[in-house]
């Protein structure tokens, strides 16, 4: 059962573009994080979100946790072949348990 | 200094071979997980270990034997696997036992490829 829905699945663009990319669910979460994985290494945390509604920015990197919570979206202005990488949203359900859920995935490719 | 190690970075197998990866981490951490990922599926939790302690099996196959003698280091067990186990197998640790702001993070993965 796939629980949290990122699209676009793949994104080339061309540097100074910018894009957003989203994670949807039915579910509702406690939190989401945002990760980036680039070829060959393990993903690493951007970002978490807790609250409904919050907006944090990273440098030229814009994440937004959707009011009730079932939903995210990562926006990046300007974007830099630096940014290439597969970005994945991960939530967190709650409790007692360090269990995060994944996305499907948005493979980026940032052309010069 | 990587946080998270992960050997051998790729290994390929038979399917009557028996073989084992080993993950180690430096950061102190408590909770230790092994991953799944496979082309166009989502990253797919096997185990998690806190405190040397197995809390989470998500209904992995038995041809995988998780094992953590310690907080710091996991392995996992390969025996007569299946083509379809080829994948990259991704190791992570954390702090603590959940929570919202728990960081997960990773090792740069073992590609395994069964013939």
């Known amino acids: 059962t796939q629980l949290l829905e990122q699209s676009p699945q793949f994104l080339s663009i061309q540097e100074g573009e910018n894009l957003t990319v989203y994670c949807n669910s039915s579910?509702?979460?406690?939190?989401l994080q945002w990760y980036r994985q680039e070829p060959g290494e393990g993903p690493v945390l951007l970002v978490t979100?807790?609250?409904?509604?919050e907006v944090k920015k990273l440098k030229r990197l814009t994440f937004q946790f959707g009011d009730a919570r079932k939903d995210s979206s990562l926006h990046i202005t300007a974007a830099q072949p630096g940014d290439t990488g597969l970005y994945l949203c991960?939530?967190?359900?709650?409790?007692?348990?360090?269990?995060?859920?994944f996305g499907t995935g948005t493979l980026l490719a940032v052309q010069p | 200094e990587t946080g998270v190690t992960q050997t051998p970075r790729h290994l390929v197998m038979g399917m009557t071979n028996k073989k084992s990866l080993k993950c180690e981490q430096h950061?102190?951490?408590?909770?230790m997980y092994w991953y799944k990922q496979s082309a166009k599926k989502p990253l797919e939790l096997m185990f998690v270990?806190?405190?040397?302690?197995?809390?989470e099996n998500n209904s992995v196959p038995s041809r995988f034997s998780p094992e953590c003698p310690n907080s710091s280091h996991l392995f996992l067990h390969l025996h007569t696997l299946q083509p379809e186990d080829s994948a990259l197998y991704l190791c992570?640790?954390?702090?603590?036992?959940?929570?919202?702001?728990?960081?997960?993070?990773f090792g740069p993965g073992t590609r395994l490829t069964v013939l």
């Open positions: 991960a939530g967190y359900w709650g409790g007692a348990t360090n269990k995060l859920i």
């Open positions: 979100v807790v609250t409904g509604g």
């Open positions: 579910s509702v979460f406690s939190s």
């Open positions: 950061l102190g951490h408590n909770a």
């Open positions: 270990y806190n405190f040397k302690e197995q809390t």
């Open positions: 992570a640790s954390s702090q603590g036992r959940g929570g919202p702001y728990n960081e997960q993070f």
